[in-house]
């Protein structure tokens, strides 16, 4: 049996995380691991929604070590919930806010730890082959699809990561995110990077541009901020003075190169974007100021299956489509050209139009409904759905709180038009420039018109 | 609510009906409903692109300090009374 260690540093005096201002060394982290884990019940899955990210990362290994498995749900509604549960029956929710109101079984994350340390304590080793984590896209038909991920497999891309970042093994670095723990992105690059790159995350989730500065302030050099295009915009029109930063990563969405050398000049520090999806993990790197070609982490390989490219190699245990329009330029590089049609993502949130129909439609009242995606105006700007409805017996407010409850807010449709029919063609398809020109019609118009209902 | 706050909140609900494109008029929008989730219905990125208008046009930079990251933005009151207390212009 191969193992891998949990954590990867050196000594248990090393520091795993910063929070508050305080560090915790390795040896405090596997106590609290050790004692967490000696409350968590039966059950073999965890929804672990810990908003502190050390928390998440307690919580993360405490379930490692009882050999559960941590799920990864695209969004927390109530109709995900119910669907983790129709996954698996044992599953319950481990969280540290105390209005907590996911409808499952809850363990509130303790409030105060032990401060004894045991003694004579290792670092444990953890089966390659074991499961540690399954991570859901949100599906066509209202299912979320599964992907697990073995301990070997993440280990294994978050450690080609690192030495494609060039983090050096004798420099412990700080990891401050933007990002939840919960997303793919935030999951493999503020926490699973710093356990297996010997470096330390910082706990905190800051929000406004003021809190990320103040967080950078309090986390200790050298430091990689681990952002989105979102908010990196926003933190260069706040213009506050930023502490040095040694690196800047981006991803869920690509970033424009103006934006990169706008980042790159202001942070005084080199900008990597990464490119990735919750079936692949992340699988290219590239510096957008300076090349527009994304270059393939070590190992991984594209190759051209009918209609898809599909990425396999490396950490990439089997074979997967990608569901990106892709250029290959040579083996280790190619080209972005946007997303496959149907596929949405916004500000990091992925779903497909089919889903979001499918939801759509599934409102008692509904009798047909389709979203739109608008074109997207700028890379650095987050584009919202529309969509148009025939629902008579619904008002606008009724048909959002019940699309609440199914999907995730980001994708709430504004405006969302309430039309006599939708312009399907004989086949009953509904084509994209004919709601397009149904939408604009409606936009056009006087919004007070009789109607014409909107999202507010 | 302090008696000059109520200009103030007209003008901060200006602010994000422009900056967010919402088809509420300024005076439907209920003081005390929640701007975030349901209620007026705005999400973290709507959130994030309001707090930058704010911070421009009364010169502060609003933090949430590890607290709930939306309770500023808990109703169009307190979003009011965050400005009033740490505007500079």
Redesign the interface.
Same mark, same amino acid.
């Given at each position: 049996m191969r193992t891998l260690p949990l954590v990867t540093h050196t000594s248990l005096d090393e520091t795993v995380a910063w929070r508050?201002g305080t560090a915790i060394s390795v040896e405090k982290f596997l106590t609290d691991v050790a004692y967490l884990a000696a409350l968590l019940p039966h059950g073999k899955h965890v929804l672990n929604i810990c908003r502190d990210r050390y928390h998440f990362m307690v919580g993360l290994a405490a379930a490692i070590i009882s050999n559960k498995v941590s799920l990864l749900p695209p969004t927390h509604t109530p109709e995900m919930v119910q669907q983790l549960q129709a996954f698996s029956a044992d599953v319950f929710c481990l969280h540290d806010n105390d209005d907590c109101d996911i409808a499952l079984p809850q363990l509130r994350y303790p409030v105060v730890m032990p401060e004894h340390h045991s003694v004579n304590m290792t670092i444990p080793q953890i089966d390659a082959q074991q499961l540690v984590a399954i991570v859901f896209t949100s599906g066509s038909t209202g299912a979320p699809n599964p992907y697990s991920k073995s301990w070997g497999s993440l280990v294994q891309n978050v450690q080609a990561q690192s030495s494609r970042l060039g983090l050096s093994a004798n420099i412990n670095y700080s990891i401050i995110g933007t990002i939840p723990p919960q997303h793919m992105y935030g999951f493999e690059s503020t926490v699973l990077l710093p356990l297996q790159s010997g470096n330390a995350l910082s706990s !905190?989730?800051?929000?406004?541009?003021?809190?990320i500065c103040?967080t950078l302030e309090a986390t200790p050099s050298p430091r990689i901020l681990v952002s989105t295009p +979102?908010?990196l915009r @926003?933190l260069l029109?706040?213009k @506050?003075k930023l502490p040095e930063l040694a690196l800047v990563l981006s991803a869920t969405a690509p970033l424009s190169t103006s934006l990169a050398h706008k980042v790159e000049a202001s942070c005084k520090a080199p900008l990597l974007e990464i490119y990735g999806s919750t079936e692949t993990g992340q699988i290219a790197t590239r510096r957008t100021a300076q090349a527009m070609e994304w270059q393939l982490l070590p190992e991984v390989r594209l190759t051209q299956h009918g209609e898809h490219i599909w990425a396999e190699g490396g950490h990439v245990e089997t074979s997967v489509p990608l569901n990106d329009i892709i250029e290959t330029v040579d083996l280790e590089h190619f080209l972005l050209h946007g997303r496959t049609q149907d596929l949405i993502n916004i !500000?990091g949130k992925r779903s497909s139009l089919a889903n979001l129909n499918h939801h759509l439609n599934a409102v008692e009242g509904v009798i047909d409904g389709a979203f739109f995606m608008p074109d997207e105006v700028s890379h650095d700007h987050?584009t919202r759905l529309s969509a148009c409805v025939v629902a008579p017996s619904l008002t606008a407010s009724t048909l @959002?709180?019940a699309l609440?409850v199914r999907i995730d807010?980001?994708f +709430?449709p504004r405006?969302l038009l309430f039309v006599e029919s939708l312009p399907r063609n004989s086949t009953g398809k509904l084509p994209r420039d004919a709601l397009q020109k149904l939408i604009a019609g409606y936009i056009g118009q006087d919004?007070g018109s009789a109607g014409l209902k909107?999202?507010? | 609510m302090i008696e000059n706050n109520s200009t103030l909140q007209l003008e901060v609900a200006e602010l994000m009906v422009q900056a967010l494109n919402l088809d509420t008029a300024v005076a439907e929008i209920d003081p005390d409903a929640p701007l975030y989730g349901d209620g007026l219905g705005l999400d973290s990125i709507d959130i994030l692109e309001v707090a930058l208008v704010i911070s421009k046009r009364y010169g502060l930079q609003l933090k949430a300090d590890s607290e709930d990251n939306h309770r500023i933005f808990s109703s169009l009151r307190n979003l009011t009374d965050y400005v009033a207390t740490h505007k500079t212009k």
């Open positions: 508050k !905190a989730q800051p929000f406004y541009p003021a809190d103040s +979102l908010h @926003l029109e706040a @506050l !500000a987050v @959002l709180t609440r807010p980001v +709430l405006p919004i909107n999202t507010r | -």
